[in-house]
């Protein structure tokens, strides 16, 4: 590529197409959960725990290379493989890593035991690596139930326990030819908690386009990686990513 495109979808592997490109100061990545799902141009279907276990390191390594932080959703029975490449990839090269919970409400209803309510999402960063924590303060308890005059005005920063509901077929921002969707609101403080206006963003399985939207809306630019030729296509259609697709 000549010209470094920006607000753009990118049809291809992200294994191939991430090395073409320069490194940025986010990646987000939100890979197949290996169940099975129905993705158009993607078998989400691996021989084995091990098989899929190297793939998702694989999609780690690329990652880290190519970014200051990298930001990794994965389904909680990975958890111990994440945890464990996680702190070699730290005592390799230097990094640092944290572990955020995602709660969600909306969670799936199980009859015959407790439901999942819960996504762990990995940040790894390079050292000096710059957060943004102001961006994400909340309104605390001290200013909405207490009304206590010692609450910071500007709110607090939230632990690393997100709650966010899931995104159901009802909502408006689901976008029903995808078999699965992260709510903006999540997208949105990962991207404040990381970036500032003008920051490049990558999304390394861009689905939907739910980063491309969220980049867009705060000044923030993203090139998002889909393999689904038709993936791209719907979401070259969105208003919010004019530039359209390559």
């Not at 992200?14 to 078998?43: T, W």
């Not at 990839?89 to 035991?113: L, V, Y």
Request: hydrophobic share 35%; net charge positive.
């Amino acid at each position: 590529m000549n010209e470094l495109p920006i607000n753009q979808i990118i049809c291809g592997d992200c294994l191939e197409v991430l090395p073409k490109l320069p490194k940025v100061k986010m990646i987000f990545a939100d890979p197949p959960d290996n169940l099975g799902l129905k993705y158009d141009g993607f078998e989400d279907c691996w021989p084995s725990y091990e098989s899929y276990a190297k793939w998702l390191g694989r999609i780690i390594g690329a990652g880290l290379r190519q970014s200051q932080i990298f930001w990794l959703s994965y389904n909680v029975i990975y958890q111990s493989m994440i945890v464990q490449t996680s702190a070699d990839f730290a005592k390799e090269i230097g990094c640092g890593w944290r572990q955020f919970i995602w709660r969600f409400t909306f969670g799936q209803h199980n009859k015959s035991d407790c439901g999942n309510g819960y996504r762990p999402i990995l940040r790894i960063m390079q050292p000096n690596a710059k957060l943004y924590p102001d961006a994400i303060r909340v309104p605390s308890k001290r200013q909405t139930l207490y009304n206590d005059k010692r609450a910071n005005p500007k709110g607090r920063v939230p632990d690393d326990v997100w709650e966010f509901s899931r995104v159901c077929g009802t909502f408006k921002e689901r976008r029903k030819w995808h078999p699965n969707q992260h709510p903006e609101a999540l997208i949105e403080r990962i991207v404040k908690f990381s970036c500032k206006p003008g920051d490049l963003v990558i999304d390394m399985f861009a689905g939907t386009g739910t980063v491309n939207r969220v980049c867009k809306r705060l000044g923030v630019n993203c090139i998002g990686i889909e393999i689904s030729k038709f993936y791209c296509e719907q979401i070259a259609k969105e208003k919010h990513i004019p530039d359209g697709l390559i």
